[in-house]
């Protein structure tokens, strides 16, 4: 499959499963929605450095661009308000969800409940 199709389905399945996200950054007024799956980790994840009240978010990157977000994805000066719930966004992975190394997904680590 190509990184297209395979862009396509991610995001079709973001928005079927999916809910609408607001990210922010400390100093912009803008806020900048995008498609995301958030999930608390679970219990056999709650080991070293991952507490209690964390969770991670599968964000479309697709919706990050175009919501003229200013990238990059900047660790402890973003956040991602879902439902009334406001995260700090702690860690940003850009490298598992690539196809043919595309970026299809970005996947943050949230701390904040």
Excluded: C, H
């Excluded at 928005?15 to 900048?32: F, I, M, P």
């Excluded at 450095?49 to 973003?78: H, M, Y």
């Amino acid at each position: 499959m190509t990184p297209t199709v395979v862009a396509a389905a991610y995001q079709r399945s973001l928005e079927a499963n999916g809910e609408l996200v607001t990210l922010k950054r400390q100093g912009d007024s803008g806020s900048y929605q995008a498609w995301a799956r958030v999930t608390d980790f679970v219990p056999e994840d709650l080991v070293g450095a991952v507490e209690e009240g964390r969770r991670t978010a599968i964000v479309s990157a697709a919706d990050i661009v175009a919501s003229g977000f200013p990238l990059p994805l900047k660790p402890n000066q973003d956040t991602l308000l879902w439902g009334s719930t406001t995260n700090v966004i702690t860690k940003v992975d850009n490298a598992t969800v690539r196809v043919q190394g595309v970026l299809i997904a970005y996947k943050l680590e949230l701390s904040g409940a």
